[in-house]
Nanobody
Framework: QVQLVEQGGGLVQPGGSLRLSCDSSGIIFGLHDMGWYRQAPGKQRELVAAVTTDGAIKYADSVKGRFIISRVNAQIALYLQMNSLKPEDTAVYYC?????????????WGQGTQVTVSS
């Protein structure tokens, strides 16, 4: 059974930082591209950052220069360091694992963790 478990969300003031983590089990981590998505109330889920099995990274324009995604294959873990947080970063953040050979081979989601940026 595949499980992705996010941790690290919470309430932070504007300008603050949070570090999200995603622990996975039940998948071959090295065969999956990993990503962080977020969904704010009334909005569609959007990609925040992603890292492939080869280490290629992409970020949404809205978080470039502020967020850093990293994966540690030995720990079977994915991280998202979020700095200079803004109120518009408030959302539920989801961890995603997608088989590098295509979604038909596996596309998994965590349960999400709430991030609230407010003074």
């Amino acid at each position: 059974q595949v499980q992705l478990v996010e941790q690290g969300g919470g309430l932070v003031q504007p300008g603050g930082s949070l570090r999200l983590s995603c622990d996975s089990s039940g998948i071959i981590f090295g065969l999956h591209d990993m990503g962080w998505y977020r969904q704010a109330p009334g909005k569609q889920r959007e990609l925040v950052a992603a890292v492939t099995t080869d280490g290629a990274i992409k970020y949404a324009d809205s978080v470039k220069g502020r967020f850093i995604i990293s994966r540690v294959n030995a720990q079977i873990a994915l991280y998202l360091q979020m700095n200079s947080l803004k109120p518009e970063d408030t959302a539920v953040y989801y961890c995603n694992a997608r088989n590098r050979f295509g979604v038909e081979y596996g596309d998994y989601w965590g349960q999400g963790t709430q991030v609230t940026v407010s003074s």
